[in-house]
């Protein structure tokens, strides 16, 4: 038996994966487990859970990989270091934090409490954007495809096209910091009153209630290169004096102001946290989206010409754009995508240990993603003792009275916490961790945000689509399975789907296939029998808060806040009216 532990660590998503004898078995973000969103800490409780799912020890790993290599593209730090020698002293510290962990048995047996002579596994330290491209290319059933990654940074570097057949992924551009698409959506996220890190989301829900009033700005803060491109530097400050990011001592990314002074100059004075969104930030919004797709597109066309194929593997933090993405498929020659739902970086966990199984070991197991549901999972068992110590009332019901209550219950325009199986691996909720609700049931965006979600009003809320549906439905149809695309909805249910219907008639859909997700599949399929609608309103089972995890996480969201219905395993609890 071959087990391999993959880590992100130390780094924005923390997180811990087990692959043995070539395929995963278990993924989990730390946040997860801690509550803190984006944790960037060491993933002590992902590691421990992973092994503990998987039922090994410390003793059985045989391999350990990270998806961060300190010694990569060290030609290009060094050139930046003697362009910059004032900020050559800042690179030296971070090189010093990034060696901290190089000793990985020792790091390992401090954290987990574990003696350091149980530790018998190899390390392999794998460069940021290979281990992306792996998380991607790795997942799929491909043996030829191009790969694009994109993100901040990751080893010094922002961007990277690939060609990736077999079990090789053979770098062919990469663009270097300080040019990155992450760096320049976050300092505009900031400009506009999105400061925190992973707010970037919000911004691309906003982009839409804006018009092309910024067009010039824009296309002076980037130019296209050979290579991809180059940030204009007036429009943002020095880079290296602490890449614009830090990790607090709780783990907390830290993002420090990214843009100069010449953004106030020609846009005005920043909007403040929690301020008026006036038309001047939607405008903003619409513009950075303009111009991030239009660098997404170059991009993927400049990589078509390197690798003429119809299939790209993509991820980095960018790759969950999902407004962009969907429109590839229109404007560039490829026409497959795969996409694993970590795209993030808390997808390196996977990423680097794919890479190791098949490009370094070359252990020959091809594993192929089905779905995403690579999490914890809990007995019905466990779940009546949660219920009980909360004096929850419930009803054990059987498979089918349970589907036919729930969906009773999302016909009527009721709200349900939806908690079952194994939790997703990635940032969106599928159907296993997820609020579900009618998706045409008048002012139900209305009705989520001010009773559960307590989030801006202009935020989309997704379409769950049996995928056999889905071209009735939409404008295109290339599967979603992971809530990775947007599309057109079509003008004709446009009003039947108005709670998933964004103002640009646009939904971020998941496609269902009942070999993904059985139960899922079949609740769906009750609505639409109930309703001539194959379609659920899907969103996170969370309150501004990481998706929840464990049963009792899912218990005190109901509890707190106004959501109807609990359906929790096999059990079925519904508030009282005084509730």
């Not at 009773?451 to 549906?469: D, Y």
Request: overall charge negative.
């Amino acid at each position: 038996m071959s087990v391999i532990l993959g880590i992100n660590t130390f780094h924005a998503g923390s997180s811990a994966a087990v692959i043995i004898d070539g395929e995963p078995v278990v993924a989990l973000a730390e946040e997860r487990l801690n509550r803190i969103k984006y944790y960037a800490g060491f993933p002590k409780l992902s590691i421990l859970r992973c092994l503990e799912i998987a039922g090994l020890k410390f003793s059985d790993i045989d391999s350990v990989a990270v998806g961060r290599d300190s010694s990569a593209n060290l030609h290009k730090k060094l050139e930046f270091t003697l362009r910059h020698p004032t900020r050559l002293l800042n690179l030296a510290r971070i090189r010093s934090k990034s060696k901290s962990f190089d000793d990985l048995k020792s790091l390992i047996a401090l954290e987990c409490e574990v003696d350091a002579a149980k530790l018998g596994f190899k390390t392999y330290n794998i460069e940021h954007h290979l281990a992306h491209t792996a998380s991607a290319y790795f997942a799929s059933d491909w043996e030829k495809s191009a790969g694009v990654t994109i993100d901040g940074s990751g080893d010094f570097v922002s961007c990277m096209l690939s060609d990736c057949e077999g079990d090789e992924i053979r770098p062919l551009k990469k663009v270097f910091v300080p040019h990155s698409l992450g760096t320049l959506y976050t300092a505009v996220c900031q400009f506009i009153g999105y400061p925190k890190y992973g707010d970037e989301g919000k911004v691309m829900g906003l982009a839409p209630l804006g018009e092309d009033v910024y067009h010039d700005f824009f296309e002076k803060i980037l130019k296209p290169t050979n290579n991809g491109f180059e940030l204009n530097a007036d429009y943002f400050l020095p880079f290296g004096a602490n890449q614009g990011m830090e990790i607090n001592e709780a783990g907390e990314m830290i993002v420090h102001r990214l843009y100069s002074d010449l953004f106030i100059k020609e846009l005005g004075l920043p909007r403040e946290k929690y301020g008026e969104i006036t038309k001047r930030d939607q405008d903003v919004a619409f513009g950075l989206q303009r111009i991030f797709e239009k660098y997404y597109m170059y991009l993927l066309n400049l990589l078509h010409k390197l690798v003429p194929t119809e299939k790209v593997s993509m991820a980095g933090g960018c790759a969950l754009n999902s407004v962009a993405n969907g429109k590839t498929l229109l404007e560039t020659p490829f026409r497959e995508h795969c996409i694993q739902p970590a795209a993030g970086d808390d997808g390196l966990a996977l990423g680097s240990a794919l890479y190791v199984s098949n490009s370094i070991l070359k252990e020959g197991k091809r594993w192929v993603m089905k779905n995403s549901y690579l999490g914890d999972e809990y007995s019905d068992s466990f779940i009546k003792t949660e219920l009980e110590k909360y004096k929850l009332s419930y009803k054990k019901q059987e498979r089918e009275e349970l589907i036919d209550a729930t969906t009773e219950e999302i016909k009527n325009g009721n709200v349900v916490g939806w908690f079952q199986g194994k939790m997703e691996w990635g940032p969106r909720a599928l159907g296993n961790r997820s609020i579900l609700a009618h998706p045409g049931f008048p002012n139900m965006k209305d009705i989520l945000n001010a009773r559960i979600k307590h989030r801006e009003a202009f935020r989309p809320f997704a379409p769950s689509v049996l995928v056999e549906h889905q071209a009735e439905i939409f404008e295109q149809n290339h599967p979603s399975p992971f809530m990775l695309h947007v599309y057109k909805i079509k003008p004709e249910w446009r009003k039947r789907l108005s709670a998933v219907n964004h103002v640009d008639d646009t939904g971020r859909l998941q496609t269902v296939a009942r070999e993904e997700n059985p139960l899922y599949y079949d609740l769906i399929k009750k609505f639409e029998s109930k309703t001539g609608i194959p379609v659920i309103l899907n969103t996170s089972f969370n309150e501004n808060e990481p998706i929840v995890c464990q049963p009792y996480e899912a218990i005190e969201c109901f509890l707190r806040t106004k959501m109807d219905v609990l359906v929790i395993g096999s059990f079925f609890c519904k508030k009282n009216v005084s509730d």
